[in-house]
Each structure stands twice: as structure tokens, then as C-alpha cells.
């Protein structure tokens, strides 16, 4: 073998290994423990190390090497738009109460309009060409990476804040991943590639129904095929090529490949399938590795050095923050009553989900690298401003521990039954007695 290729072949064999070792269950316990994302914990050594790999002395992740991973790549698109459509389950909705629906409205649409208007500032600040199409585009991209929130650590937000609450914030959390899909699969739709693969030249309303049907038909035959599984094996193996099939046919048609397979994943979760909860698993297990390498491909265009990256994630982060925030005051006023403060509301939903960075570069694979500096900007944006929004949630939370105010302020089991008064010692027992004679 040649050792170009030997070299390409070690560097990725040992990243994929590394990638199984941190899905372990202990280092996911680690994560909750601390309440961190993937992204924190392992993402970063995983982006530097596709930096790295990406330079020419090093010569893994050459050009020509991302190229013939895009198939791969694709893949993992998919299969985290499964794991994204699998959580939209229309029973588990209806057993929340009605008042959660605009908390989830207001905590995915105000921070969409609130990073859509300060990113395009930033843009304009830095000189980027007025383009109407591509200039809207772009915004509505960042827009629908600041939708969605990190999933809570459960157990350390049921001592914050009680059960019931924590689990309206992981609702909030699980639905708001599937409002920027939403939002991307509109990019997608409306604005269409200049050059693809595929010579169909159809308005805006017949891509809706191209993508809704192709997402539906996928569905069905996912669910067609995982029925014939007979054990655990099968069935990962029957995922496996649904997931392959989805993805490629949605990249060839110049779809968005997340926002297809979601719909399939939306579908297959809403169909009497035999182990719901078990196929959940499954895509979530996998989910991990298949994330950490994704991010290793991302890092190999990964440039932090450029001032318009960090310009754009400071006002991506701020935006999104702020628009947090404000979804989280008026929350509290239109939510159930068993909703946290809007101050603790915040900082459970400030954290940034991992799949915002699936989603800008799904975005950037659709379009063929569309301005190859603002991609650089963009992801830079979405991957600085992950870190940036951590750091500031510790920050608040190391405030409120340092004024005094308990994140722990009320413990779950605080309402007790008076407890009977205790005896005094070498006191005599009182005795009731009836006059003799009374009637």
C-alpha cells in the first residue's frame, strides 16, 4: 500500500476508535454529571484534531480525501436527522399540558428573529455584498442554528427545579431541534441550488411535495423493513441501509439531508412499531461516534484565526441569548404555572445544541460551498458561539452561587404532614376525666 494511503487509513481508523471509546455510558454519566454538551466535552479535541489532520505536513484530510468522504458524510447527516425526527412523537405531545405549546413557539421563533436580524448586521459590518437571495439565505441559516437548546441533564435539574418542570424543559428542548429543521428544510425549498445533479426545474410548491413525499415514502419503508428484524443485530443492520438510502437520495435530489431523514424519523416514531424505545436507542447510541467524526471532517475547515469568524459568533451568541431570554419572560407569563423563573428558564435553554453545527454544515454541503469565506464565517460562528454560550451559562451560574443564590432552592419533597407533638419527659400525661353525676 502506498503510505499516503496507509497514513490516511491509520488517522482515521484511529480517530473512528477514539470516537467508540468517549461513547462509552461512563463518559455520557461524566457529561451529565457536570451538565456539559458533547461538544464540550469531546467535540473540541475532536475539531482540533481535524485541523491538524487537515495540514499539508500531516496530509490525512486532504481535499481530495473530504471529497470522497461526502458519501459518508451525508450519512452522518442523516442518521442525526433520524434521531432529530424520532423525538416528534404526536402521543407523547398530547400527554403535555396545552399551555406548553407556545413556550416552545416563543423559545424556537425569538431567538430565530432575533439572531436573523443582529447576524445580518454583522454581515453588512463586515463588508459581505448585498445580495438579496444569498444575503436572506445566510441569515435564515444562522437563524435556524439558535433554535435549538441542548438536552438537560435530568437529574441535576429535578434538584433545581422539581420533576415536573425539568420535564417540560426537556420537551421544550427535544421540539425545538425540529423547529430549525423546519426552518432549513424552507432554505432548502426556497432557495434552490444553481448547479446539481439532478435537471428537475420545479417552483417552490412542488419541492414542498417532493420533500414531504420523498421524507413519507422513506419513512414507510424504513418501517417496512425494520418489521422483518428479528433480533438487535438485524435491526441495526436493516437501520444502517435505510439511513444510507434516505441520505443519498435526498443528496442527490439537492434536498437537505437532515431535514428528509427527520421527516422519516417523524414518521417511523408515530407508526405502531413493535420496540420504539429500543430503536431509540439504538440511533443514539450510534449517534455519537457518528457526531464526533463528523466533527472531525468539520475541523479540517475549521480557520479560528479569522477576525470576521469570531465577529459573526459575538453577535450570534449575543442574539441568541438575548432571544432566549426574552422567550423565557414571556414564557412565564402565557406557560403553566409549574414553569421555573424565567431567569432559571434561560439558562437551562441557553446552552446550544450539537445539532446546529450539523445543521450549518448541512446547509454549506447543499449549496456546493457558497461563498467559500462566509461558509468558513458561518461555521466558525455556530462552533465558536457553542463554546462561548457555555462559558457564559457557567459564568451565571457561578454568580448565582456566589450571591448567594441557591440553583438548589427548593428541594422536590418540600410539603410534610405536621408531625405529632413529642412527649416531655417527667411531664404527666394529661387525663380527661367526666364528673361523676354529669349527664
Not at 454529571?33 to 464540550?40: A, N, P
Not at 422513506?218 to 443485530?233: F, P
Request: glycine share 8%; charged share 15%.
Amino acid at each position: 500500500m502506498h503510505p499516503d494511503r496507509l497514513r490516511i487509513v491509520i488517522g482515521l481508523a484511529s480517530a473512528l476508535g477514539l470516537a467508540v471509546l468517549l461513547a462509552q455510558p461512563k463518559v455520557k454519566a461524566l457529561e451529565q454529571r457536570f451538565g456539559v454538551t458533547v461538544l464540550i466535552s469531546a467535540g473540541v479535541p475532536f475539531l482540533v484534531m481535524g485541523a491538524v489532520f487537515s495540514l499539508d505536513s500531516v496530509g490525512i484530510l486532504t481535499p481530495q480525501v473530504l471529497v470522497d468522504l461526502k458519501p459518508a458524510f451525508e450519512f452522518g447527516l442523516g442518521w442525526v436527522g433520524f434521531v432529530v425526527g424520532l423525538h416528534f412523537d404526536v402521543r407523547k405531545l398530547d400527554a403535555l399540558p396545552a399551555s406548553l405549546g407556545p413556550v416552545i413557539v416563543l423559545e424556537s421563533v425569538v431567538p430565530m428573529l432575533t439572531t436573523a436580524g443582529l447576524c445580518a448586521m454583522a454581515l453588512l459590518g463586515m463588508g459581505v455584498p448585498w445580495e438579496r437571495n444569498a444575503f436572506a439565505r445566510d441569515a435564515l441559516v444562522l437563524a435556524a442554528c439558535a433554535a435549538p437548546s441542548a438536552p438537560i441533564s435530568m437529574e441535576l435539574w429535578e434538584r433545581r427545579v422539581g420533576r415536573k418542570a425539568a420535564r417540560m424543559i426537556d420537551e421544550v428542548t427535544s421540539i425545538d431541534e425540529v423547529a430549525g429543521l423546519a426552518l432549513l428544510g424552507v432554505v432548502a425549498i426556497l432557495f434552490r441550488p444553481e448547479n446539481v445533479a439532478t435537471r428537475w426545474s420545479l417552483p417552490p410548491s412542488a419541492w414542498l411535495l417532493v420533500t414531504l413525499g420523498l421524507g413519507g415514502v422513506l419513512g414507510i419503508l424504513t418501517y417496512v423493513l425494520l418489521r422483518g428484524a428479528r433480533n438487535a443485530a438485524e435491526e441495526l443492520t436493516l437501520l444502517l441501509g435505510a439511513v444510507a438510502l434516505s441520505a443519498g437520495v435526498a443528496g442527490y435530489l439537492a434536498l437537505s439531508v437532515p431535514v428528509v431523514c427527520a421527516i422519516a424519523g417523524a414518521l417511523l416514531a408515530n407508526l405502531p412499531i413493535r420496540d420504539l424505545e429500543g430503536l431509540k436507542k439504538t440511533l443514539l447510541d450510534v449517534e455519537r461516534p457518528i457526531y464526533l467524526i463528523f466533527l472531525l471532517v468539520v475541523g479540517a475547515t475549521w480557520r479560528p484565526l479569522e477576525w470576521q469568524g469570531w465577529l459573526l459568533a459575538t453577535a450570534f451568541v449575543l442574539a441568541r441569548v438575548a432571544g432566549k431570554r426574552l422567550g423565557a419572560i414571556w414564557s412565564k407569563r402565557v406557560g403553566p404555572k409549574e414553569l421555573p423563573s424565567a431567569r432559571m428558564l434561560a439558562i437551562a435553554l441557553a446552552p446550544q445544541s450539537p445539532s446546529s453545527i450539523v445543521l450549518m454544515v448541512s446547509a454549506a454541503t447543499l449549496y456546493h460551498g457558497y461563498g467559500p469565506e462566509r461558509v468558513r464565517w458561518a461555521i466558525n460562528a455556530v462552533l465558536i458561539g457553542g463554546v462561548l454560550t457555555e462559558v457564559v451559562v457557567r459564568i451565571l451560574e457561578w454568580r448565582r452561587r456566589r450571591t448567594g443564590v441557591d440553583l438548589t432552592p427548593i428541594p422536590p419533597t418540600r410539603v410534610h404532614a405536621p408531625e405529632p407533638p413529642k412527649p416531655v419527659a417527667n411531664e404527666a400525661p394529661i387525663i380527661t376525666t367526666t364528673p361523676e353525676g354529669s349527664a
